[in-house]
């Protein structure tokens, strides 16, 4: 199974940015959307951005993982 999980765009450089959750920052490929900005919430899957997303749709899917993952502990 693959999850694709929403992070924060804090940095952007040329077709890469640094995205942000939870402490964690990954860079990830946002060749394939265009206009990403910093502050943009994006899916990411295997190190690319494969969709943008809402603010509050991505703090709702973070907070059913969390919830998901406070369950499995």
Do not use: N, W
């Not at 694709?4 to 990954?26: L, N, Y």
């Not at 990403?36 to 899916?43: E, F, K, P, S, T």
């Amino acid at each position: 199974m693959c999850l694709a999980i929403p992070m924060k765009v804090v940095e952007i450089e040329g077709s890469t940015a640094v995205v942000e959750q939870e402490g964690v920052s990954r860079k990830a490929r946002i060749d394939f959307l265009d206009g990403v900005q910093i502050g943009d919430y994006v899916l990411v899957h295997a190190g690319i951005a494969i969709e943008r997303v809402r603010p509050d749709e991505a703090e709702e899917t973070l907070r059913l993982i969390r919830m998901l993952t406070d369950e499995v502990r």
